[in-house]
Each structure stands twice: as structure tokens, then as C-alpha cells.
């Protein structure tokens, strides 16, 4: 699989990072970006991509059938959010 972060759209708010059940995604404290680290660790969950509020993370080329994955603690921080 492909994935992108498109870095004029990351706004820095590191909730995919914090979100990736696999730590597929690190954080570049100096650009203040997402970038995508070990992109063969990734399950393909799309959590990172239905997370992101600027829609920056692209996927290509994923496998299907793997679930949906939702961290419930994560979950609860969010609720502020919602
Ligand atoms: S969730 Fe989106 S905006 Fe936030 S750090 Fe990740 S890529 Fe950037
Ligand atoms: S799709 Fe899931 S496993 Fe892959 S980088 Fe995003 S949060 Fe991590």
C-alpha cells in the first residue's frame, strides 16, 4: 500500500500519530508535521484518515477486510470534539 500525508493540509494537531494502533505515523517537532514512518506496520484501519480534520492522509492501494479500529480511551478524549 501507498499513504501520503500532504503536508500543506497537516495542521499539526497529532491526533494521528496518537490514534495508530501500529506507531506507523511519528511526528516531526521541528515542522510540526505528521509524516508517515513504517508504512508496512500499517493494518490499513483508516483510523488516522477518518481522524484527520484537514483530510491530509491518503491511502492507496490497501487491503479491505481489516476492521475498523477504535481506541476507546482515545475515543473518550475525543468527546470534547464532538
Ligand atoms: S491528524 Fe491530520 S492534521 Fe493532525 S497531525 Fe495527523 S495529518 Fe496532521
Ligand atoms: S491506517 Fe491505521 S494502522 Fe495504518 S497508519 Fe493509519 S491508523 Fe495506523
Given at each position: 500500500?501507498?499513504?501520503?500525508?500532504?503536508?500543506?493540509?497537516?495542521r499539526?494537531c497529532?491526533?494521528?500519530?496518537?490514534?495508530?494502533?501500529?506507531?506507523?505515523?511519528?511526528?516531526?517537532?521541528?515542522?510540526?508535521?505528521?509524516?508517515?514512518?513504517?508504512?508496512?506496520?500499517?493494518?490499513?484501519?483508516?483510523?488516522?484518515?477518518?481522524?484527520c480534520p484537514s483530510?491530509?492522509?491518503?491511502?492507496?492501494?490497501?487491503?479491505?477486510?481489516?476492521?475498523?479500529?477504535?481506541?476507546?480511551?482515545?475515543?473518550?478524549?475525543?468527546?470534547?470534539?464532538?
Amino acid at each position: 500500500m501507498r499513504m501520503e500525508i500532504h503536508e500543506q493540509a497537516c495542521r499539526g494537531c497529532r491526533m494521528c500519530v496518537e490514534i495508530c494502533p501500529t506507531k506507523v505515523l511519528t511526528f516531526d517537532e521541528e515542522a510540526c508535521l505528521a509524516k508517515v514512518g513504517k508504512v508496512e506496520d500499517c493494518i490499513a484501519c483508516l483510523s488516522c484518515t477518518y481522524l484527520c480534520p484537514s483530510g491530509a492522509i491518503h491511502q492507496e492501494d490497501y487491503p479491505r477486510v481489516k476492521n475498523f479500529y477504535r481506541d476507546l480511551e482515545f475515543c473518550g478524549r475525543m468527546e470534547k470534539f464532538l
